[in-house]
């Protein structure tokens, strides 16, 4: 029996786990290439998870290739050309080409007769895997936040592929960054381009943050009044880009209506929110959720995070 989303959805359900995987997706661009604007971030993220497609939906190579000291070694890892990398972000071809061209010059990545791939040596260094970790432990925590949604709670996982001998923390890895793909596919056409989308959604989530934790928790379409406005320098941090864009892109952005902007900061209005094209977007990535659960649940890692076995392996690991 495969996780299935419910027929029909509440709103409410609907934008709390699309705040909470954007959260979560944010989350991972930050700990993911640290130091690199967002888009190389991301051109990164989809080489390498085109790299090791035919293991992440591989139950026997998913397993074969699942602990930290487990990296997939380079005969089993399919190479990807630029123009699939500008088709899988809906980027220019030029603007894709040309910010590749500077990842292979600071040796992010390498190209071949085959392709564009991550280096092997990266996926073993030591800040590659004190990311995988982080990233880790950001779906447990993604996890256990979701699962007290009633939409959640009443399902039951499938029967497991199997045992990986130990945490399988690249195993999770590919299926979480599979994840974050899919998702910046679906909010991709919330704006007129991805880096203003994920601009936008960066100003939602720095709005709503305070909102953890109170009563009213799970209300995340906030009225407008109800926000926290976030400085443009907060966002240019964030996103790895320089102050001078954030505010030409959010100055555009407000033209359209999509945001506010004041001496205070931006603040993304409910309008923005409840626009068809948004609420597309959390369709997809409710549904994207229920995929990244049961192939989470097939490795065994929700199995163990609902017994509380939080570390789940993963002591001793810390010290890397």
């Known amino acids: 029996m495969q ?41 990164l993220t989809a080489i390498t998870q085109a790299n090791v497609r035919s293991i992440t939906y591989d139950p026997e190579q998913q397993l074969a290739y699942a602990g930290l000291d487990q990296p997939p070694p380079e005969h089993v890892r399919t190479a990807i050309s630029t123009n699939a990398v500008s088709a899988m972000l809906s980027l220019p071809f030029e603007t894709t080409r040309r910010r590749i061209r500077r990842l292979i010059i600071a040796g992010d990545c390498v190209t071949t007769s085959e392709g564009l791939r991550v280096p092997v040596r990266a996926l073993s260094s030591p800040d590659h895997e004190r990311t995988l970790l982080a990233a880790y432990d950001l779906t447990q925590d993604l996890y256990l936040r979701l699962r007290t949604f009633d939409d959640l709670g009443r399902l039951r996982p499938p029967e497991r592929d199997g045992a990986p001998r130990t945490a399988p923390v690249r195993g999770v890895a590919r299926l979480i960054y599979d994840h974050l793909l899919r998702v910046i596919e679906a909010v991709g056409p919330v704006a007129d381009n991805l880096t203003t989308a994920l601009l936008l959604l960066t100003a939602w989530r720095e709005n709503t943050e305070h909102w953890l934790g109170t009563p009213e928790g799970r209300d995340f379409l906030l009225a407008d009044h109800k926000r926290q406005p976030v400085t443009v320098s907060t966002l240019a941090k964030r996103l790895g880009l320089s102050e001078t864009t954030t505010y030409r892109r959010l100055r555009a952005a407000r033209k359209k209506g999509w945001c506010h902007v004041s001496s205070r900061g931006a603040i993304v209005p409910g309008s923005f929110l409840s626009r068809g094209e948004f609420e597309e977007a959390m369709r997809f990535n409710h549904s994207s959720l229920f995929r990244l659960f049961d192939a989470l649940s097939r490795l065994g890692v929700l199995e163990n995070w609902d017994s509380g076995s939080s570390q789940d392996g993963l002591h001793g690991l810390r010290s890397i």
């Open 3 to 43: 996780w299935q989303p419910s027929e029909s959805v509440s709103p409410q359900v609907l934008a709390t786990c699309m705040w909470a995987s954007n959260r979560f997706v944010l989350d991972l661009l930050d700990i993911t290439a640290v130091g690199r604007p967002v888009i190389d971030r991301l051109i």
